[in-house]
T-cell receptor
Framework: EAGVAQSPRYKIIEKRQSVAFWCNPISGHATLYWYQQILGQGPKLLIQFQNNGVVDDSQLPKDRFSAERLKGVDSTLKIQPAKLEDSAVYLC????????????FGPGTRLLVL | DQQVKQNSPSLSVQEGRISILNCDYTNSMFDYFLWYKKYPAEGPTFLISISSIKDKNEDGRFTVFLNKSAKHLSLHIVPSQPGDSAVYFCAARAGSYQLTFGKGTKLSVIP
């Protein structure tokens, strides 16, 4: 069974530029999550989707971050404009609706904002 | 305010001995606890979990203990193997709310 796929794996941009990350969850997983993991910290949830609807985006900085999951499968996370403090690993995870406590993570995208 | 705390950033253990990783929490509404393991350049991998109605859950070499009165849980790995060297994250959940993660403990198992 294929795991959660993410791309790109690494991205370096300058502040005020925009960047987008892509995630393809495990087949059949209706719930998809985007996390931000800053160095030395645990993952912090940014947004949770169930199918193509947003369940929780309370910690998403909506002035610069946006995410979509238009067809209920793949998802993109965008930052525009990026700030230095956005440097982090962005993790995508997915789970079954009936087993949301067990999430499967992708390898992450490491973002460096200069 | 950190609701899930892993106070030891790192731990070194000899191969074959027991590794004990600790986690404290402050939110009494947490009712489900998980441990994730993370290798460098990979995403976290689910390891083991425990519901608040239990005080112990075992899966092979891994056992998680929950002490609700102390708001403390621990992960025991016996025997420890070099392949267990990774960062271990404790996570907790209150009902249907999001997972809250600790900062992680880096375990090094020395051959």
């Amino acid at each position: 069974e294929a795991g959660v796929a993410q791309s790109p794996r690494y991205k370096i941009i300058e502040k005020r530029q925009s960047v987008a990350f892509w995630c393809n969850p495990i087949s059949g997983h209706a719930t998809l999550y985007w996390y931000q993991q800053i160095l030395g910290q645990g993952p912090k949830l940014l947004i949770q989707f169930q199918n193509n609807g947003v369940v929780d985006d309370s910690q998403l900085p909506k002035d610069r971050f946006s995410a979509e999951r238009l067809k209920g499968v793949d998802s993109t996370l965008k930052i525009q404009p990026a700030k230095l403090e956005d440097s982090a690993v962005y993790l995508c995870a997915s789970s079954l609706v009936t087993r949301e406590e067990t999430q499967y993570f992708g390898p992450g995208t490491r973002l460096l904002v200069l | 305010d950190q609701q899930v705390k892993q106070n030891s950033p790192s731990l070194s253990v000899q191969e074959g001995r027991i590794s004990i990783l600790n986690c404290d929490y402050t939110n009494s509404m947490f009712d489900y606890f998980l441990w994730y393991k993370k290798y460098p350049a990979e995403g976290p991998t689910f390891l083991i979990s425990i519901s608040s109605i239990k005080d112990k859950n075992e899966d092979g070499r891994f056992t998680v203990f929950l002490n609700k009165s102390a708001k403390h849980l621990s992960l025991h790995i016996v025997p420890s193997q070099p392949g267990d060297s990774a960062v271990y994250f404790c996570a907790a959940r209150a009902g249907s709310y999001q997972l809250t993660f600790g900062k992680g403990t880096k375990l090094s198992v020395i051959p």
